[in-house]
Each structure stands twice: as C-alpha cells, then as structure tokens.
C-alpha cells in the first residue's frame, strides 16, 4: 500500500505560478495507468497552453473560480466543476477570481513531462 498525505507531498512551483502536489504518479509509486495531482494556481494567474500527446486528463476545481479553455471552447468554471481534456487538445486554465483555484488533476496514463507539448513546440 502507498499512502502520500498531501501535506507531506513535494511541491512542484511552475513557471506560471502554480504549485502541484503529486500525490500518486510516477515518482511516488510504480504505478503507469493513472496519476493524481493536486495543483493551487494563484488570482491573476493562468496555466500555460498545452496539449498532451498520450495523456487525458480531468481537472477537478476544489475551490475557486477560472476560465477554462479546451480546444476552441471557454467557460467559466467553480468549485465542483469536472473538465475533460482529451489527449491533444490544446488546454489553459485561467484564474479570474480573488482566491487560489484549488484542482486535483487526474491523468491517464500517469503523468509524463515528455508528453506535455507548449505552444510553438512541435
């Protein structure tokens, strides 16, 4: 059994201001089907564009408000809002609240950095 408390999780501070928690990924565990990350993304801050080659993704907001972008669609999301990413399809999150957007990041299969592909990358 692995257990990883969030408390005691490696932060990951991001180029666009987040912080990501990896709870069960790649590097906490052997497991490779699915990962799970929790991420606070800042007021005034958003995520940069990308896309994942391999990787879906669901963005679950705990707490806090945004814009979130995939593909050529933009909404509004809030706490208790699931979003889809599927592999592919370009994906930005945007903070338009007063307070940290708080998400758990589900990815499958687990998360890679390699398959993370920015804006003018190939």
């Given at each position: ?6 408390e ?11 912080g990501?928690r ?21 007021p ?15 963005y679950?907001v ?16 809030i706490?208790?809002d ?7 399809h370009?994906?930005?999150?945007s903070?338009?609240?007063?307070e ?20 003018g990358?190939p």
């Amino acid at each position: 059994m692995i257990v990883v408390n969030r408390e005691r999780a490696n932060v990951i501070n991001t180029p666009h201001g987040s912080g990501i928690r990896p709870l069960i990924d790649r590097t906490t565990s052997a497991i490779t089907q699915c990962s799970l990350a929790e991420e606070t993304l800042p007021p005034g801050c958003a995520v940069t564009p990308h896309h994942h080659r391999e990787i879906e993704e669901i963005y679950y907001v705990v707490s806090g408000r945004g814009s979130m972008t995939v593909g050529d669609e933009t909404r509004e999301v809030i706490a208790g809002d699931a979003i889809y990413v599927p592999r592919n399809h370009r994906h930005s999150l945007s903070n338009t609240g007063s307070e940290p957007i708080r998400l758990i990041l589900v990815c499958g299969p687990a998360f890679f950095y390699e398959d993370q592909v920015f804006e003018g990358q190939p």
